[in-house]
Structure formats: structure tokens, C-alpha cells
């Protein structure tokens, strides 16, 4: 028996691995999300993962914050993205140094969720959850939300106009360049 009524808007990140044993169930990696989570008794919940929907542990989730909104807005990928929701669009593209965090491709866009430490905020993108540089990102506000711009230009720009400030360049690229903050 179900205890929220069909969860609809619930999502959950996956905290621990976990093999599928039985059909009915889901296979879970590390920083998944769950979606359209029905909670149910007995230490077990339906959801729906990579276009699956089966049970999966409720102790290796974490429900997400903020998701049991009803209305919002369809994003670039179908999902329902609440209204008011933090985004994020990414400025310079990110490879991953560590499991935990997420690769980011310039003019992404992250739904985001914190701030995990100085200069790292946690998010979602592409049916993960992790952390990214803040300092590889903007912040949205609903403009951004609605109409893709391409970023990678005027940030090219932005960069050809403070580098060296009138000084000629004698093979085109750049002095400067963009740095990752430190993680503890």
C-alpha cells in the first residue's frame, strides 16, 4: 500500500550500488535519479530509472529536495523541472577528477540543488547527481531557463576582450586561464 498516493513528482538520488535480484526490481549506480517514486511499507519503493520502472531499496536513495512540486516546465530532456528551481548553465566544459563528480560540456544546463563547499555546488544533469566548480557555471534566471543561448561565444568573446587589453597576441591564444577551485 502506497504511503504518499502515487508520489508523481517525488525524485531520489541513489546513495549505495545496487543489483537488480528479481525483475521487478531496479539496477541502481551511485548518483542516479529515481523518478515518479511511489513509496511504499516495507523498506521497498517503485520508480522509474532509464526508462524502467520497478522496486528499489528505499535506504540506498535519498529523496531530492524540493521535487514533490506538481507544476512546472519541461525540460531539454522531458523531465519536469519545478517552477522557481535554481539552474545553472555551464560556461566552460569540466572532466571529472573524482567519482562524485559531474562532467559538464559547455551550455549545459544543471538543475542545481547546493553548495557542498567553497567554490563546489551539487546538481543534477542528464539523470545524475553530483558536484561541479562553481566557478565553470552562471546562474540562471527564468530567461535562461527558456531560451537556449549560445554561451561558448560570448565567453570566447569576453575572453578575447579582457586578454591583455590591447596588447597583440602572437599565437592566438589566451595568458589566462581558468582554474579549478581546491576540494578537500
Known sequence: ??????????????E???????????????????????????GWWRGSLRGNVG??????VKVLPGTSVVGG?????GETIAYGKKRCRVLFSYTPAHDDELSLEVDETIDYICEVEDGWWKGRLNGRVGVFPSN??????????????????????KNKKNSL???PMTNGSSVFSHSTPNRV
Open 136 to 157: 565553470f557555471v552562471e546562474m540562471c534566471n527564468s530567461d535562461c531557463d527558456l531560451t537556449p543561448n549560445n554561451h561558448a561565444a560570448t565567453v570566447l568573446e
Open 16 to 42: 549505495y550500488e545496487y543489483t537488480a535480484e528479481l525483475g521487478d526490481e531496479l539496477t541502481l549506480r551511485v548518483g542516479d535519479v529515481i523518478t515518479h517514486v511511489e513509496r511504499m511499507e516495507g
Open 73 to 77: 516546465l519541461k525540460g531539454e530532456g
Open 1 to 14: 500500500m502506497s504511503e504518499n498516493g502515487g508520489g508523481g513528482g517525488l525524485e531520489c538520488v541513489v
Open 55 to 60: 522496486m528499489f531499496p528505499d535506504n540506498f
Open 165 to 167: 587589453q590591447g596588447s
